[in-house]
């Protein structure tokens, strides 16, 4: 025993003096090269007193980055991640130049700019070094991973659950709809999962609700219920706001809402991790997760992820520089696009670059480095959502060579995830599946020349912006109007006559008070509100939902001209006679009883009338819901933001994602009853889950929080083997 102590030490010191003599090399090197960094005094020094001093640099170096840099990152916790992430050049270059300060006779010195650059590149250097060290190192690796599931065993004592039980990594890549997988899958784009799906795994497509999008299909996967979350933002009379689905406040009441209702606190609750996600779903190991993001105090683990990773210096600076270079990527692909004449396209420039360099680099690798992490430490379940595609996706189109090389970076994190599940002190089974997928096509602004905004306003008899004035559909909305407006007057004036009017006019004797009360200038401006390719109308001035007959008494034109337009597919609104009816081109009209999925649903596929008929009991539908055209034949749909791939309603592509689990799992269906076959709505794949769960592990208990400070530092132990970085 105590000669395998000896031996595990003296690995130990070996793997510290050669990380040591590369990193004296690497400080040597680049003060020869940078005219701003020096390692002698001014009057020169010899060879063996400059590698003195070199060695002596960056032994101080590596010495403060071990002590001093988790101190730093955690003080840092509340600094906006993106923020951090730029920050890590500054910290580190800070350190270099103290480091500096420490060698005997003032012999090192860099000017700040440069210590920035010296100080990346010795911690991207140490750290390649030491982790070729320990992958290689077979021995001290499986030593790691014994320790820290054993310190994991006695933490949890008798609520731990065993080891022999597997346990489940559900995750979720974003946007990936099933025909993409497919197709990548066939390409050779992701290895990975088409060997899964040549043995190990079944893939099974599934029907999103309505609102096809991750506010919606997450709520109602984590914490089985969707209810009334009729799109991705929408405005709620009761209230006066508008419920925008990523926005924390909006998180957190949605997720209390689920709760609520289902009276469970979601699929995690049972010594679960929920990582980068909008919902916790009952987990309470989070990071990354919007509705505990606005909580604050040490009880606020969400930002624990962030520590985790970036506690390393030289994961830092790696992903940092990854950000750049995604930057830079994303212009260069945006430039060829615009050279090229690519159509449909959007703008992609301002703050977008950023922002999807942080989805596909540092959320990435957060989120990877926490699954991975969360599997050392032996944790019943996780989920976690990888963002990359969509994003990617919206601005560059679903089928583009962008969205195709992200594909291919999301099958090398779930080749990553596998191989360090193999280490892990239990089992894992790993289940991926998407929340939406997304359908490709021009904007509806771009094919018409204005936006459902100016086309609402212009059915209303209300002012549009100038561009939007001059185009052909906003001068025919403009024109039904007008005409809509005359017989409108007409109309009343010959009710007026026969005493049958319902109220007086809105100006004393004059037709301009009866212009103003239809054209809503009385009342506030209508909201219009998208949500990919689904739009919601709301009236703000009328409480309660209004109804086809009221809307109609003041603005006559506006449901036939939205209904009439060729990019727009069908309307739901409510209705005296019928309760609801879905409208359609060529004055189409269903009740919403007698909804079947021919008619005005016809292009949309098997389930859209259960879908809207669904979405029509909610309590804060809109007004008008609004759907755009979808073409079968193309895939093609209009989106009401500028996004070239989009989802948020039905339509092709976007409403149909995937579950992809291993075959020991048995089938998703069975048990659910009379299904048609398939798998509908995100509440039904939350009972999937949920059961795939119980099958190993019985009811899903909450547990008490288990861990503090000594975790975190396991947790960023965990990820020294498998550092993620921009591979």
Known sequence: MAERRWRRAGSALLRVIVVWAVSTLTLLALAGLLPDFQLQSDDGDSATRTAVTAAWGAGAFGLLSALVWPLVVRALLLVPALVLGLLVFFLNGSLLLIALRLIPDDRGDAAPETAVVVAAVMSAVASATSTALAVRDDDAYGRRLSRLATRRRRRQGANGTGADCPGMVFLQLDGVGHDVLLRAVKDGLMPTLAGWLDGTHRLTPWRTDWSSQTGASQLGILHGSNHDVPAFRWYEKDTGRI????????????????????????????????????????????????????????????????????????????????????????????????????????????????????????????????????????????????????????????????????????????????????????????????????????????????????????????????????????AEARDAAADALRIGLHRRHQEDEQGFATSPPAGPGSDAGAQREHRGEAGADPIVLASGNLGLISFPDQPGRLTREQIEARHPALLSTLANHPGIGFLLVASERHGSVVLGPAGAEVPIAELTDDGPLAPFGKGAADAVRRTDTFPHVADIMVNSMYDPATGRIHAFEQQIGSHGGLGGEQSQPFLMAPVELGDPLEGEGDTGGELVGAEQLHRVLKRWLRECTGPQIPVAEIGGDPEQEDFRRSLEPYPPGDR
């Open 243 to 474: 419920v925008v689905s990523n926005r924390p406040a909006s998180a957190v009441e949605l997720q209390r809402r689920a709760i609520e209702r289902t009276g469970d606190g979601g699929l995690l609750t049972l010594d679960g991790a929920s990582r980068g996600n909008l919902f916790s779903g009952g987990a309470d190991q989070v990071a990354l997760v919007l509705s505990v993001s606005t909580r604050r105090g040490r009880e606020n683990r969400s930002r624990a992820g962030y520590f985790a990773y970036f506690s390393d210096p030289a994961n830092a600076v790696r992903t940092a520089l990854s950000f750049c270079a995604e930057v830079v990527r994303e212009i260069q692909q945006a430039t060829r696009a615009r050279f090229r004449g690519d159509s449909p396209r959007v703008a992609r420039g301002g703050t977008y670059p950023l922002i999807r360099a942080f989805a596909t680099v540092v959320e990435r690798d957060v989120v990877v480095a926490a699954v991975i992490g969360d599997m050392l430490a032996g944790r019943t379940a996780v989920y976690a959502d990888l963002v990359a595609y969509d994003e990617v996706a919206h601005h560059s189109g679903p089928h583009s060579r962008d969205a195709a090389k992200v594909l291919e970076s999301l099958d090398r994190s779930v080749a990553l995830l596998a191989k360090a599940a193999a280490h892990a002190p239990r089992a894992y089974r790993i289940v991926l599946l998407s929340d939406h997928g997304q359908s490709p096509g021009e904007t509806f602004e771009g094919e018409y020349g204005l936006g459902l905004k100016d086309l609402v306003r212009a059915g209303c008899g209300l002012p549009v912006s100038r561009r939007a004035g001059r185009t052909a559909c906003g």
